[in-house]
């Protein structure tokens, strides 16, 4: 069977530190790896219009937005298929069918959306939409017949439901569809990275994000105003590392060479940690520390993100051969999906042949 990637991101604004750790930085590494055969990255702008119906120019806006933060990281054109999510109609189709597949009460246990519904005060006016998008998203990976999924932690139960779909599909329909693995980054703090107010996941809707495109001054600026420990008053106030986001983001980046480039007084992180437990240590040079390797992270991406700002119509050229293989690849499927379901009709000569002698036996 073939090794398929297909992930993706919706365009509700640009990346932050939280689709890196969590997606990006991995599908960068899978695509050079040379280990799959195709690599399918979707800008999911009609997801996004399942929640911002009103609202369709900042998802406009932010489609090349994600595009060049995706260049910028190092996706590259010609080894991934960047594509836009609305251009592809038999998305549109395969989630009609799914629909059959899934009941109303298994969407309400979803406690991806059930966190999300909270957070866009949707609880009395779920827009259907946005309450069937994990269906939606069944179709975004089953359509490229995908086997492997690197997202964040929160994806999970999009891919159990995604999972679901398959079963039953092939149950009832026979062989047709694959089941996706889902793939988590390795490092616990990257599962779902905090916003800098400490208090939720990372997210674009939510105003707590360090953006990769972030400028040098922009970048220090949110760092020193991160959410650390309350009780951490005075330096030689013992300190709490648990829900502290300073500590949880250098879990996410910090290596044992960045001390020696930038705080060798300490030989690691554990060193660190204790001493900001015991107390003596500052918020200031925890937070210097951690701005110092987010620059040394963020800086060539920034960098890279002005070359490819200087050609934006190559861009959307790029995205649109990219709609163009994806959707070649995702009629293939919808073919397999009509024949399997019985809607072939006009391509079943068997279908016609038969019928025709049935309904002539009565002549
Ligand atoms: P929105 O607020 O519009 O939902 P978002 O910031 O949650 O935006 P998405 O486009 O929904 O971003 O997510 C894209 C990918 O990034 C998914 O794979 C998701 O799991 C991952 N991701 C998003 N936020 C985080 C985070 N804070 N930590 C780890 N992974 C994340
Ligand atoms: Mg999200």
Do not use: W
């Not at 069937?132 to 975004?140: E, G, L, M």
């Not at 008053?233 to 044992?256: H, M, S, W």
């Not at 009509?338 to 809607?343: E, N």
């Amino acid at each position: 069977m073939k090794k398929i990637i297909l992930t993706g991101d919706r365009p509700t604004g640009k990346l932050h530190i939280g689709h890196f750790v969590g997606s990006l930085k991995r599908r960068v590494e899978l695509q050079n790896s040379g280990e799959f055969d195709k690599v399918f990255i979707m800008i999911a702008d009609a997801q996004a219009l399942t929640d911002n119906v009103d609202n369709p120019e900042k998802v406009r806006q932010n489609i090349i937005e994600v595009a060049l933060d995706y260049l910028a990281c190092g996706i590259d054109p010609t080894k991934s298929t960047i594509f836009i999510q609305s251009q592809i109609a038999e998305l549109c189709e395969l989630s009609f069918y799914y629909m059959n597949l899934v009941t109303v009460a298994r969407l309400q246990r979803n406690p991806t959306v059930k966190t999300e519904i909270q957070m866009r005060n949707f609880e009395s006016s779920i827009p259907v939409g946005f309450f069937t998008y994990p269906i939606s998203q069944a179709a975004d990976i089953t359509a490229f017949k995908a086997t492997t999924v690197p997202v964040g932690e929160d994806q999970k139960p999009m891919l159990e439901q995604t999972n679901e779909i398959v079963r039953r599909f092939n149950h009832i329909y026979g062989e047709t569809l694959v089941e996706p693995q889902i793939l988590l980054p390795d490092n616990a703090a990257c599962l779902r990275l905090p916003g800098t107010d400490g208090k939720a996941k990372m997210s674009k809707s939510l105003g707590n994000c360090i953006y990769l495109s972030e400028t040098a001054d922009e970048l220090q600026k949110k760092i020193k105003s991160m959410y650390t420990d309350p009780d951490h008053l005075r330096v030689q106030d013992p300190g709490k590392i648990e829900g502290n986001t300073v500590f949880t983001y250098l879990d996410a980046f910090c290596r044992n060479e960045h001390f020696e480039r930038y705080l060798n007084e300490y030989p690691n992180l554990d060193e660190l940690k204790a001493h900001y437990q015991r107390g003596g240590l500052g918020d200031m040079k925890v937070k210097k520390f951690l701005g110092a390797i987010m620059e040394e992270e963020l800086g060539p991406i920034r960098e890279r993100r002005k070359e490819f700002e200087k050609d934006i119509p190559a861009i959307y050229e790029m995205l649109k051969k990219g709609c163009d293989t994806a959707r070649a690849a995702a009629a293939d499927t919808l073919a397999d999906v009509r024949r399997a379901m019985k809607i072939n009709y006009f391509e079943d000569a068997e279908l016609i042949a038969e019928q025709a002698k049935r309904f002539n036996l009565g002549e």
